[in-house]
């Protein structure tokens, strides 16, 4: 672990320390959420879930500000029609995700597609290549029957990572 990321990990210690001092003895912290991204996608409300739809990309950067902690989240979905794709998935907001993503948090990323759609190529490099920048792990990609694609990442650190070395800035040499 690099000093930088040692240096992270203990402000997000610190901060994570002084939220739970704030909060109150009966609330439970969500341990997944999931963020829809554009109208007419509807999910059935789970406990122990954020949840919440965005029509504006400016909103997608703080999605989670005010509703997760640091290092709270096991499993992060976020939900996008591939017609609003450029619209409103900006790229640069998954970096911001990762201080509420618990080492191991499975990070999805769902391109629906309409009739007579496919998710193309170039959606699918737009988000690899973030998770990757914000320090995810890509653990599969998907081309589903429908044509929609699932793109699912990790946050390095946890249990069933196989290179608990890992770093983006690997090929540095």
Not at 31 to 44: C, D, N, P, R
Not at 86 to 98: K, N, R
Not at 106 to 115: D, R
Not at 124 to 145: C, M, P, Y
Request: proline share 3%; with cysteine.
């Amino acid at each position: 672990m690099t000093e930088e990321n040692q240096q992270e990990t203990q402000e997000t210690q610190q901060e994570t320390q002084e939220i739970q001092e704030e909060t109150p003895v009966d609330f439970v912290q969500p341990t997944k959420a999931i963020v829809t991204l554009g109208e007419a996608i509807i999910f059935k409300q789970e406990d122990r879930c954020i949840s919440c739809t965005l029509l504006y990309r400016h909103q997608f950067k703080e999605a989670l500000v005010d509703m997760a902690i640091p290092d709270s989240l096991e499993e992060m979905h976020v939900v996008i029609r591939s017609k609003d794709l450029e619209e409103l998935y900006d790229p640069d907001a998954i970096q911001d995700f990762f201080p509420c993503l618990k080492a191991g948090c499975t990070f999805g990323v769902h391109v629906l597609v309409g009739e007579n759609e496919v998710s193309g190529e170039e959606d699918v490099g737009l988000i690899r290549s973030s998770l990757i920048l914000a320090g995810l792990k890509i653990q599969s990609e998907t081309l589903n029957g429908d044509g929609s694609r699932t793109t699912i990442a990790i946050r390095p650190g946890g249990a069933n990572d196989d290179d608990e070395d890992w770093d983006t800035d690997e090929d540095e040499s």
